[in-house]
């Protein structure tokens, strides 16, 4: 079957680095995909891994090792703003199954 | 600037009435998606479709159905609504592009009474 595991919420400080994790079980394996969903919005992309190892664009760093079905999605310098839910999901070009989600909270 | 609009932001139903959903997408994609959003439970794909007539059910189509007669146009059918269908509605779109990423609409907060 198809599945996808993520912690529900996590605490960082503003500022600080905090690494979300995702683990995935899947026959068909097609790409990683990241989102951010601040609340009451629509998700939107942050990032997509096909091939091992780590992705930077900024702040957002995304890793993805196919072998053991892991991802992480690393956030730098955080920021008050960066307080949403972060979805990892795979796919292919057609079909993408999203995880349920780790809600972030970043403190002052 | 790409859109996904829904037709509605809120909408409240009762129980046993049919209900449509709408999307429409101005970006030329192939690919439209219906999903659920409810706590803990996360996105949950309800149909999409990659063609124009084209669907496929996705993990949870029991008490939906779709109809995409437009390429740019992705309705959501609830042929008699239940409270257990209270829930998020978002309509996405992609190309057929591996690794694009997919366009969410605002979402449908759908409540059934």
């Known amino acids: 079957g198809q599945n996808i595991d993520q912690p529900t919420e996590m605490t960082a400080t503003e500022g600080a680095i905090v690494q979300i994790n995702c683990t995935y079980q899947?026959?068909?394996?097609?790409?990683l995909f990241w989102y951010q969903q601040h609340a009451g919005e629509a998700p939107t992309f942050l990032s997509y891994n096909v091939l091992d190892g780590l992705e930077e664009k900024g702040r957002f760093s995304s890793f993805l090792s196919r072998s053991k079905g892991y991802s992480y999605l690393l956030l730098k310098e955080l920021q008050m703003k960066d307080s949403a839910s972060y979805l990892c999901?795979?796919?292919?070009?057609?079909?993408?199954?999203f995880g349920t989600g780790t809600k972030l909270q970043v403190i002052p | 600037d790409v859109k996904v609009t829904q037709s509605s932001r809120y909408l409240v139903k009762r129980t046993g009435e049919k209900v449509f959903l709408e999307c429409v997408q101005d970006?030329?994609?192939?690919?439209m998606f219906w999903y659920r959003q409810d706590p803990g439970l996360g996105l949950r794909l309800i149909y999409f479709?990659?063609?124009?007539?084209?669907?496929e059910k996705g993990d949870i189509p029991e008490g939906y159905s779709v109809s995409r007669e437009k390429k740019e146009r992705f309705s959501l059918i609830l042929e008699s609504a239940s409270t257990n269908q209270t829930s998020m509605y978002l309509c996405a779109s992609s190309t057929q592009v591996q690794g694009t990423e997919a366009f969410f609409g605002q979402g449908t907060r759908l409540t059934v009474v």
């Open positions: 479709s990659y063609d124009v007539k084209m669907k």
């Open positions: 999901a795979f796919g292919g070009y057609q079909k993408v199954t």
């Open positions: 970006m030329d994609h192939e690919n």
């Open positions: 899947t026959s068909g394996f097609n790409g």
